[in-house]
């Protein structure tokens, strides 16, 4: 009698081969939706980490446009900056003095810092090169700082701050603080310090270093903002080519070249490439702005356990470091509305540093929107050695409420400001002014946008860390 035959069983396969089409190449139309969706994601992830570039790169090239380029061009907003200048979170409060150095095309340059200058240089990412002014080595005091590019191997003359760039672009950002007015401040002097500085090559002759301009930025419609379009991927490009390799992690570098983004090789999307980078820079910002609307899960965001204002670093230093990690989300928000990130703004330094306590939300946990009406007490003897402001922003790119008033900011530097008895101050926002507000404390916004409200207090002190000194969360009023 013949034996039974044996049952036929399935051979044995590792997991990935049972996952993945049963260990047999994918179909060619799968392979390529997969192909794009990955470029898509990486575009994505492109624009969210080259952000704080790309936001300076707007900046650069919005300035330059306006008031030329040089190492001798150094605008100044010398009746200060008002919603007319597109920019993040700018401070209308003090004096700006706002350029970008080309250390590629100079060498080593010095820049004479005045006295009392609050400021910093940074590298085209937004790296921080150093503190300027009290936090800096100078101490308020002034001083000369050389900055040398990043290939630069030569000697260091003595008797300079130097600090070597990592990026051949840099920015030079300070501000002069005005002095107090009947009814508004004073910028004279601010901006009399200001012009007080000097820029020059290292190694050029005195005869031949190009006298100073200084171009006044005020009233004028400038764009300085990022781009939202395709010229993202072109600006993010060029600076990948004029820059050195080590200006980008490989990781990073690697990314970018899987879109396409090779330093001095051609970068020729085709038109289904095209249109994955035009769908990401449209849709990288949105789901930025989502991260910043839903907040952090763990609450490092926020200043205070009974208020809704924010820090924008969530407790991160200046580089963005968490205990473990780079915040890269937190990071991404801030570059989204904002520009200069210094030690500064983030070290607790009593009576020398700024704190900028943000609120997106009023009392009851709904988003602030100008079309309601809202008040916000302001506690007496705010920390605030040198001066406190408060300023509206737009949400989406931190530029100013722009109304008719122009200027979305009240600041203490104006005796007209009214106080209540104790010395508290009441300021009030809306689409129109209140019956009971003066007029030297409202601020008007615009009908049916949300907006945030920043406090700012410079020469921050030490009420504000222990928390005896707190902002009052923003009230809705009828």
Do not use: C
């Not at 406090?455 to 923003?474: A, C, H, I, M, N």
């Amino acid at each position: 009698m013949a034996a039974p035959a044996l049952a036929q069983q399935e051979p044995a396969a590792p997991p990935l081969v049972k996952q993945i089409n049963n260990g047999n190449w994918l179909p060619q139309k799968e392979a390529e939706d997969l192909r794009d969706e990955l470029y898509y994601q990486r575009a994505i992830h492109a624009y969210i980490t080259m952000l704080p570039a790309l936001n300076t790169i707007g900046m650069r090239d919005g300035s330059e446009a306006t008031f030329g380029k040089g190492y001798n061009v150094l605008p100044i907003w010398k009746d200060r900056m008002d919603s007319r200048a597109w920019i993040p979170t700018p401070n209308g409060d003090v004096i700006y003095s706002l350029t970008f150095l080309d250390l590629k095309e100079t060498g080593p340059l010095v820049v004479a810092a005045p006295r009392d200058v609050i400021g910093m240089f940074t590298d085209l990412f937004q790296r921080t090169i150093t503190d300027v002014g009290l936090i800096g080595p100078d101490r308020a005091r002034g001083g000369l700082y050389l900055l040398l590019p990043p290939d630069y191997d030569g000697e260091i003359p003595q008797g300079y701050f130097a600090f070597k760039s990592k990026t051949y672009n840099a920015m030079l950002f300070f501000r002069t603080v005005m002095g107090k007015g009947a009814t508004a401040p004073d910028p004279k002097q601010a901006v009399a310090l200001a012009e007080q500085t000097r820029i020059y090559p290292l190694w050029a002759p005195e005869k031949d270093v190009k006298p100073m301009q200084f171009p006044n930025g005020s009233g004028k419609r400038i764009q300085m903002m990022y781009p939202v379009d395709n010229a993202y991927w072109t600006k993010l490009k060029a600076f990948v080519d004029y820059e050195p390799v080590s200006s980008i992690d490989p990781e990073l570098r690697g990314v970018l070249a899987s879109i396409g983004i090779i330093k001095g090789q051609p970068f020729s999307p085709d038109a289904k490439q095209q249109e994955l980078l035009k769908k990401a820079v449209e849709t990288a910002p949105r789901m930025i702005l989502a991260t910043r609307q839903i907040g952090r899960p763990d609450g490092r965001n926020l200043y205070y356990k009974d208020r809704q204002y924010e820090n924008v670093w969530a407790g991160a230093t200046s580089e963005w470091l968490q205990t473990t990690y780079l915040d890269v989300d937190q990071r991404a928000g801030f570059f989204q509305i904002a520009f200069s990130s210094a030690p500064a703004m983030v070290m607790h330094t009593l009576g020398a540093g700024s704190k900028y306590p943000t609120t997106r939300r009023d009392a009851n946990g709904e988003f602030l929107n100008g079309s309601n009406s809202y008040k916000l007490h302001l506690p007496p003897n705010a920390p605030a050695a040198l001066f406190w402001a408060v300023t509206l922003y737009n949400i989406t790119d931190g530029t100013m409420v722009e109304t008719p008033q122009l200027m979305p900011s009240i600041n203490s530097l104006s005796d007209a400001i009214a106080k209540n008895g104790d010395g508290s101050i009441d300021l009030w926002f809306g689409p129109s002014k209140p019956a009971n507000a003066p007029d030297t404390n409202f601020i008007q916004t615009v009908n049916g946008r949300n907006f945030i409200a920043t406090v700012r207090l410079y020469g921050t002190g030490v009420e504000f860390f222990d928390q005896s000194w707190k902002p009052d969360d923003v009230v809705k009023v009828k």
